[in-house]
């Protein structure tokens, strides 16, 4: 398991390098370690280097993970959510943040069982910001009319944008794709729509967070750059 502690290490190291080039505090940008289909003895490592936040994508994996952590641990929601399975996350006080709202439907859904559970419960709009039809996400034209209605959700607190870059092995062809989303979350700010902050730039992965750091991500999303491969089983 030391694997993990120097993964991490090296990690934290390029973070503050690439915050520090970019004239970032490294305050503003949260490390988000995605524990999807890793074990929670690799998480309690990482837990107990005071990471207290998880991603998963699932939400079968995510309550079953939930049961077994202290109640320090909480949660973010990253992948694809059916409306079926929203309950599940608003019956979870320690359900901190969904990523990964990508329709009007599901928002309000999330604001019927958040309302249901007398709660508020945060969210990011992901935004297709490659326009790629295979990918989950709004698209960029379609975004402030989605928010500003969202906004009219007395249970949903919309904090900001994620988006997932299209992969590649050079971090600079993701650039456009990372600055679209901060332009787009500027436009938003600018519009000040009730009760809608844009706080939160949920975008850049292992290979590319100095770029996501430079175009302003405040949560970076990284998974097996930390626990190793995963485990499917
Ligand atoms: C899995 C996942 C990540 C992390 O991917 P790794 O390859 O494990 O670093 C980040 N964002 C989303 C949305 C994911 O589903």
């Not at 490592?45 to 320090?72: A, C, P, T, W």
């Not at 790629?132 to 906004?151: C, L, P, Q, R, W």
Request: net charge neutral; proline share 2%; charged share 35%.
């Amino acid at each position: 398991m030391e694997d993990i502690n120097s993964r991490l290490l090296k990690i934290e190291e390029r973070i503050k390098v690439a915050a520090k080039r970019s004239g970032r505090e490294l305050s503003e940008v949260k490390l988000l370690p995605i524990s999807k289909y890793h074990s929670l003895d690799k998480m309690r490592i990482v837990l107990d280097k005071g990471y207290l936040e998880f991603g998963e994508s699932r939400v079968q994996e995510l309550m079953e993970k939930n049961e077994k952590f202290s109640s320090e641990v909480e949660w973010h929601m990253i992948g694809h959510l059916q409306r079926n399975k929203v309950k599940y996350l608003a019956r979870m006080p320690r359900c901190k943040l969904i990523h990964s709202v990508d329709s009007l439907r599901l928002a309000k859904e999330i604001n019927k069982r958040a309302k249901q559970e007398e709660r508020i419960m945060n969210i990011l709009v992901q935004v297709n910001t490659a326009q790629d039809d295979n990918k989950f996400g709004i698209y960029t034209k379609e975004a402030i009319e989605m928010v500003k209605k969202i906004s009219g959700f007395e249970n949903v607190k919309v904090k900001g944008l994620m988006t997932i870059a299209p992969y590649s092995d050079n971090p600079e062809e993701v650039r456009p794709y990372f600055r679209k989303l901060r332009e787009l979350a500027e436009k938003i700010e600018a519009e000040k729509i009730d009760g809608v902050e844009m706080k939160e730039l949920s975008m850049g992965m292992s290979n590319d967070l100095e770029v996501a750091i430079e175009e302003g991500a405040t949560i970076l999303r990284v998974g097996s750059a930390i626990f190793g491969e995963r485990e499917y089983n």
